[in-house]
């Protein structure tokens, strides 16, 4: 599996020194290989706050920090977590009342979600293998 991007939300990024370099959706579109329309998305569920801004035009402005960020929603994405999984994951890290405590929740409640899922896609597995054989004789 390709994973394009370090998970990095173990990282302890202080989004109050954030660069004020701004960039509009294309330009965060382009640095990450994502769309324009998957940057929207990521903005709507809250994905990218404290990343993003809108100007008094109306656009989205977004901090240099939101590249690390879109970087972290692909991996968790590649790695077949949903957006909601990864909201709990930014909320945890980013979030305003993040702490320890809420870190280790949120990575324990993950970590249970995808061992089941692994649990789960071993036994789906098993059985196309026994499908696979049936078929092959």
């Not at 990450?32 to 809250?46: F, M, N, P, Q």
């Not at 706050?49 to 008094?56: I, T």
């Not at 920090?65 to 980013?94: F, P």
């Amino acid at each position: 599996m390709k994973i394009p991007f370090k998970l990095t939300f173990m990282k302890s990024l202080d989004l109050s020194r954030q660069s004020s370099t701004k960039m509009l959706i294309a330009e965060l579109a382009r640095q990450t290989g994502v769309s324009k329309d998957a940057v929207r998305l990521y903005e709507r569920k809250g994905l990218l706050k404290g990343v993003c801004a809108r100007g008094d035009n109306g656009y989205l402005h977004f901090s240099d920090a939101a590249v690390e960020r879109v970087g972290e929603i692909k991996t968790g994405q590649d790695a077949g977590l949903s957006l909601g999984d990864i909201s709990v994951l930014i909320e945890a890290w980013y979030g305003p009342d993040s702490t320890d405590t809420s870190r280790l929740k949120a990575l324990k409640h993950l970590s249970r979600d995808i061992h089941q899922k692994i649990t789960t896609l071993s036994y789906y597995a098993d059985a196309l293998d026994k499908k696979i054989s049936t078929v092959e004789r």
